[in-house]
């Protein structure tokens, strides 16, 4: 009798056990639905393209075209500590800032990236990219180097496109052809685009794509390409 108790209480057990691990794995897949659904629910961020390259490369003319095309790319307005240049205007090209208000915003983990160049200080806010993806548009950043790294590490599935003239050579006749520049500005320009491409060399998958702007059709015709294959456009 004692022995026939016993033999029940371990069937009886096992079948217990067996119960509170069914019951255990339904609950795992119930949980695993509703994080599902609730994901479902969280807003989807709408990609980030960036553009880098020194000036006279050609990238904001690319990116002119890119956005006549395209609708849904919308530019995100970066902040800046330097004085506005004839025809700038405030919240078009740049949200001009005074260096106390960005440093303190800089402090207060309100930038997704910030970089020094020139004495004055450059940076994109979250909130300037957040409000172009809250209308569903993707957001174009123009960044330095120093940009591209900050966005980088911050894992945002971001693609990184680098625009360059075919020769240092060539990007200093486009920009003295500009007529824009002192000698000063201009051999400062030189040596800054110079440093990072030197520098783009040692770090090949900092960039997902590189352009050489030697013929401007042909290089919208690759930066068009990569946002086809990269689902940016259709």
């Known amino acids: 009798m004692a022995t026939g108790d016993i033999e029940i209480d ?61 609708p849904s790319f919308a530019f995100g307005i970066s902040h800046t500590t330097r004085a506005p240049r004839a025809g700038e205007v405030h919240g078009r090209h740049y949200w001009f800032s005074e260096r106390q208000a960005m440093e303190r915003q800089i402090a207060a983990g309100e930038f997704l990236e910030h970089a020094s160049f020139g004495g004055n200080l450059y940076g994109t806010s979250f909130k300037s990219v957040e409000e172009i993806q809250k209308t569903g548009r993707i957001c174009v950043l123009d960044l330095e180097l120093q940009g591209v790294r900050n966005v980088k590490k911050a894992a945002l599935g971001a693609k990184f496109v680098l625009i360059k003239a075919p020769s240092i050579e060539a990007l200093e006749e486009r920009l003295r052809g500009r007529k824009t520049e002192s000698e000063d500005s201009l051999k400062k320009r030189l040596k800054h685009a110079k440093e990072d491409l030197d520098a783009i060399e040692d770090d090949p998958t900092l960039f997902d794509q590189v352009i050489v702007n030697d013929n401007l059709e042909y290089a919208y015709g690759e930066l068009r390409m990569m946002l086809l294959k990269n689902g940016f456009v259709q």
């Open 10 to 70: 371990v069937k009886d057990m096992k079948m217990v056990n067996e119960t509170i691990e069914k019951t255990k794995m339904k609950h795992r897949y119930l949980d695993l639905g509703l994080q599902a659904e609730q994901e479902d629910l969280r807003p989807r961020s709408s990609p980030i393209l960036v553009l880098s390259g020194p000036s006279g490369s050609g990238k904001s003319t690319l990116l002119s075209k890119v956005m006549a095309e395209f």
